[in-house]
């Protein structure tokens, strides 16, 4: 089946220490990957996609993800968070031959004083 | 750019009235798309439209769900009749084309609470 899992329904994390999101995706599922970030009553917005090239992809507001083919994973990561980041995390992968997004369940990241 | 443009932003009503949804994508994009968020299901597309046309409709769970896009800055989603388990977060989203590689950019949301 075509799918995007999320490892972590919930992180909890001090301000300024590191994060990481996991997300592995099936390999029925295209390599165009994204991650959004929703936030409290807002839409998503788009952090960083991964379409070819570097497997490294660095997206907004300090958020960097890796693409790793042979562990179909493609994990969020930031060296410092801040209290602003607080949100709910998605990853998402293209399905078929158009613009067809599959979510995977989400992350809600806490961020802590 | 306004964004994408969803009202209302909160609707609640009573089961078996019927709702109606309504999205304005961004200026010059080809592409629409309606998703539904609810806590068991996560994020879900029903529909997408190209240039007006509906594409896929293979997400939409029943016939008592329809979408229309009469030109290229308005599209409904209609609920008739709505039912408590229709409670949910409802996203339009357009892009610019329909290429794999497209960002889709995501309206603020509708509530829909149905008693």
Known sequence: ?113 | DAGVIQSPRHEVTEMGQEVTLRCKPISGHDYLFWYRQTMMRGLELLIYFNNNVPIDDSGMPEDRFSAKMPNASFSTLKIQPSEPRDSAVYFCASSPTGSSTDTQYFGPGTRLTVL
């Open chain 1, 1 to 113: 089946a075509q799918s995007v899992t999320q490892l972590d329904s919930q992180v909890p994390v001090f301000e300024e220490a590191p994060v990481e999101l996991r997300c592995n995706y099936s390999s029925s599922v295209s390599v165009y990957l994204f991650w959004y970030v929703q936030y409290p009553n807002q839409g998503l917005q788009l952090l960083l996609k991964y379409l070819s090239g570097s497997t490294l992809v660095k997206g907004i507001n300090g958020f960097e993800a890796e693409f790793n083919k042979s562990q179909t994973s493609f994990h969020l990561r930031k060296p410092s968070v801040h209290i602003s980041d607080t949100a709910e995390y998605f990853c998402a992968a293209i399905s078929g031959g158009y613009n067809k997004l599959i979510f995977g369940a989400g992350t809600r990241l806490a961020v802590h004083p």
